[in-house]
């Protein structure tokens, strides 16, 4: 693998499923490549820091494909709005935010926590230059939050991917799968004989609880209008959240208009 990629220098690496040996991050950084690896608690955050990787992911449970968890045998589900300000005051490194991310209120809401940067997966598995097929690009971009399931039914490994024929039928076997990668190897075999392309009841299709927010389009517009949505969002909080003139010390209460005005008084605490 290292050799592979002395041949075809990236400019980032990004780890997943746990950290490389501290030689082989040593060999990369000595090249000056960017090096970057998902954790999903505190702990796996420290862990990257700790072995001199630059940039750690913060993976949420949201988030669609295999969970990035070190020990696939202990998850322990947090979601991405703890987990990201945890992981922020717990390192020194940058942190990306990852799971659940559709929008710009997702972005907006992901620099509030401190993040640095995002990281978004299933908001492009719909566009024109994803290499899905159209069966399941048109499923990613209609699905309901509900539409997804974390199981290790195909790969043997955590995912969060299309609860479909083969996820409910495999789901009350979770024991007995076989590990990563062998499960996947079966599995394959089983799309491989279904033998219709646009069936989805035997598709391995990874994709996260917020699917349903993106309709299809091409990739530079949806870049670009993630850059617009996140700029109206954090201009949109700013305008609720200054004090008016009149009282410069009031903070504004986010939320529905109180019916009451002695209980709520001018929507101020």
Avoid at 150 to 178: I, K, Q, T
Wanted: glycine share 8%; charged share 20%.
């Amino acid at each position: 693998m290292l050799r592979l990629l002395f041949e075809l220098p990236p400019s980032v690496i990004s780890f997943h499923l746990g950290l490389p040996s501290l030689e082989m991050i040593a060999a990369l950084k000595e090249k000056g490549w960017c090096v970057l690896a998902t954790a999903t608690t505190v702990g796996e955050a420290r862990a990257v820091e700790a072995a001199g990787i630059d940039v750690v992911v913060a993976q949420g449970w949201e988030a669609g494909g295999h969970r990035g968890v070190f020990n696939a045998k202990l998850d322990a589900q947090i979601g991405l709005l703890s987990l990201v300000p945890q992981i922020v005051d717990a390192v020194s490194i940058p942190v990306i935010a990852a799971g659940g991310i559709a929008d710009g209120r997702g972005i907006a809401a992901a620099l509030a926590l401190g993040a640095s940067g995002v990281q978004l997966g299933t908001a492009f598995l719909s566009t024109k230059e994803s290499g899905a097929s159209d069966a399941a690009k048109s499923r990613v971009s209609t699905a309901k939050d509900t539409d997804t399931v974390v199981s290790r039914a195909f790969s043997g490994r955590p995912a969060r991917l299309l609860r479909n024929r083969v996820v409910d039928a495999l789901l009350p076997l979770d024991e007995e799968f076989l590990e990563f990668p062998r499960m996947l190897e079966v599995t394959r075999r089983l799309q491989s004989r279904n033998g219709s392309e646009t069936s989805l009841d035997f598709e391995f299709l990874l994709f996260g609880q917020s699917a349903g927010m993106r309709s299809a389009g091409s990739a530079p517009e949806l870049l670009n209008n993630l850059v617009h949505e996140t700029t109206e969002a954090v201009r949109d909080i700013v305008a609720e959240w200054t004090p008016s003139p009149s009282n410069a010390d009031a903070i504004p209460v986010m939320g529905a208009e109180c019916a009451s005005d002695e209980i709520a008084g001018d929507r101020r605490f």
